[in-house]
C-alpha cells in the first residue's frame, strides 16, 4: 500500500491559517503493523497519534504512564532536505531518519529478533 488519500479530520474551526498534517491511510498500514508485532512482542503495550499544524506523530510507549519508547514524526517541510520521516528516542535524539516509512520501519524489525535454542 503505497500513499493514499490521508485520512482527515474535523476542521480545528474558523479563522485557523495553518493546515494539519496527517498520515496517509498507507502509512498508517505500515505503522500499525509494526506496532501490532512489537505489542505481540511484549515490547510495546500502547500508541498516540497526534496531528499538529507542522507534523504528525505516533508516539509508542512500554506502559501508558511513562514518556513515549518512540517517536514516528512526519514532516513535510524536510521532504527535500533530510527526509520527512524520523524516528525519535525518548530522549529527543533522533535515531533514524529517511524519506521512505518502509526502510524507516526496519529499524525495528531487528528489535524483534531474538535467538531460539
Same mark, same amino acid.
Not at 79 to 100: E, F, M, N
Given at each position: 500500500?503505497?500513499?493514499? %488519500?490521508?485520512?482527515?479530520?474535523? /476542521? %480545528?474551526?474558523?479563522?485557523?491559517?495553518?493546515?494539519? $498534517?496527517?498520515?496517509?491511510?498507507?502509512? !498508517?498500514? *505500515?505503522?500499525?503493523?509494526?506496532? +501490532?508485532?512489537?505489542?505481540?512482542? +511484549?515490547?510495546?503495550?500502547?500508541? %498516540?497519534?497526534?496531528?499538529? /499544524?507542522?507534523?504528525? $506523530?505516533?508516539?509508542?510507549?512500554?506502559?501508558?504512564?511513562?514518556? =513515549?519508547?518512540?517517536?514516528? $514524526?512526519?514532516? =513535510?517541510?524536510? %521532504?527535500?532536505?533530510?527526509?520527512?520521516?524520523?524516528?525519535?528516542? /525518548?530522549?529527543?535524539?533522533? $535515531?533514524?531518519? +529517511? *524519506?521512505?516509512?518502509?526502510?524507516?520501519?526496519?529499524?525495528?524489525?531487528?528489535? !524483534?529478533?531474538?535467538?531460539?535454542?
Amino acid at each position: 500500500m503505497e500513499d493514499e %488519500a490521508p485520512i482527515y479530520s474535523l /476542521p %480545528a474551526g474558523q479563522g485557523c491559517k495553518a493546515s494539519r $498534517v496527517f498520515f496517509s491511510r498507507g502509512e !498508517l498500514w *505500515h505503522i500499525l503493523n509494526i506496532y +501490532g508485532r512489537m505489542v505481540a512482542a +511484549g515490547k510495546w503495550r500502547d500508541y %498516540a497519534i497526534d496531528m499538529l /499544524p507542522d507534523a504528525a $506523530v505516533f508516539s509508542v510507549y512500554r506502559r501508558a504512564s511513562e514518556f =513515549p519508547r518512540y517517536r514516528i $514524526v512526519k514532516r =513535510p517541510e524536510l %521532504a527535500r532536505k533530510q527526509g520527512i520521516y524520523s524516528v525519535l528516542a /525518548p530522549d529527543g535524539r533522533i $535515531v533514524k531518519r +529517511g *524519506h521512505s516509512l518502509q526502510s524507516l520501519l526496519r529499524m525495528f524489525d531487528t528489535k !524483534l529478533m531474538r535467538l531460539v535454542d
